[in-house]
T-cell receptor
Framework: ELKVEQNPLFLSMQEGKNYTIYCNYS?????LYWYRQDPGKSLESLFV?????AVKQEGRLMASLDTKARLSTLHITAAVHDLSATYFC???????????FGEGTQLTVNP | ETGVTQSPTHLIKTRGQQVTLRCSSQ?????VSWYQQALGQGPQFIFQ???????GRGNFPPRFSGLQFPNYSSELNVNALELDDSALYLC????????????FGPGTRLLVL
């Protein structure tokens, strides 16, 4: 059974600081996704990582994938309040878009 | 191009009742997946439909069933509702091709009393 673990589950940080969210998964997978969810809202796709060593960046967020270590990271640079949300990583169980999600990391960026 | 839509947005039911949730996939997408997200947890895969056939199922009992229509819209039906069925139900659509991202709808929040 595929398991996906994120840490930390809760993260409170100050504006301007850097931090990293970690996502470990238990079995080989082809694709890893990062999603953002605002309270009471749906999931917004942030990144799709398809191969070992993949790195993608959008604004203050950068995601990377190490398939050998079964680890993905989401790095936040110079955080701003607008980044406050819950971030999920999700792994494809098979080539068919059946995602297994982590528990989510609730990020709060304080002024 | 329209995104994924779901209806209704909110629903209140009592234990033992039945409910039907609806999802319209994004234009050009032929695959619909349903997820259940309990409060404070990550979404859990319920099942997936591809070209009107069920194409994979998660650890959910048979009282969770679904349909996909020729226009690729989909329904999720839940019979004999239980209190633990209270959750946000998310529909996601994608094109079945390799390396395609799933796009999620706004969700239906179901409360079972």
């Amino acid at each position: 059974e595929l398991k996906v673990e994120q840490n930390p589950l809760f993260l409170s940080m100050q504006e301007g600081k850097n931090y990293t969210i970690y996502c470990n998964y238990s079995t080989t997978s082809d694709r890893l996704y990062w999603y953002r969810q605002d309270p009471g809202k749906s999931l917004e796709s942030l990144f799709v990582l398809l191969s070992n060593g993949a790195v993608k960046q959008e604004g203050r967020l950068m995601a990377s994938l190490d398939t050998k270590a079964r680890l993905s990271t989401l790095h936040i640079t110079a955080a701003v309040h607008d980044l406050s949300a819950t971030y999920f990583c999700a792994v494809d169980r098979a080539s068919g878009s059946r995602l297994t999600f982590g528990e989510g990391t609730q990020l709060t960026v304080n002024p | 191009e329209t995104g994924v839509t779901q209806s209704p947005t909110h629903l209140i039911k009592t234990r033992g009742q039945q409910v039907t949730l609806r999802c319209s996939s994004q234009s050009g997408h032929n695959t619909v997946s349903w997820y259940q997200q309990a409060l404070g947890q990550g979404p859990q895969f319920i099942f997936q439909y591809y070209r009107e056939e069920e194409n994979g199922r998660g650890n959910f009992p048979p009282r969770f069933s679904g349909l996909q229509f020729p226009n690729y819209s989909s329904e999720l039906n839940v019979n004999a509702l239980e209190l633990d069925d209270s959750a946000l139900y998310l529909c996601a659509s994608s094109y079945s091709g390799w390396k395609e991202t799933q796009y999620f709808g706004p969700g239906t929040r179901l409360l079972v009393l």
